[in-house]
């Protein structure tokens, strides 16, 4: 299981959501080396340890969609 670091605040607070984001770009960090892995395989590793480091399904998901979008605007910056 891929390592994801605890939540540092409390459920409702204003700076959850980017604690998560940024617990699971460590790990995409990571994750990203082993080339055998597809996206969907990606995913369910995240999820997978957020989970298990106390973060919630919808706030990972949310996160897992904000560094996505975030990926393609850099990638949209590179070509223009």
Known sequence: ???IAS???PIGHPE???DCEE???VALEHLSKEEALTE???EAQLIEGGLAAGWEEAELRTAITDLRQNAALGLQGLSG
């Open 16 to 18: 959850r959501a980017l």
């Open 7 to 9: 939540p540092k605040r």
């Open 40 to 42: 969907a395989d990606v």
């Open 1 to 3: 299981m891929t390592y």
């Open 23 to 25: 617990a699971l770009q």
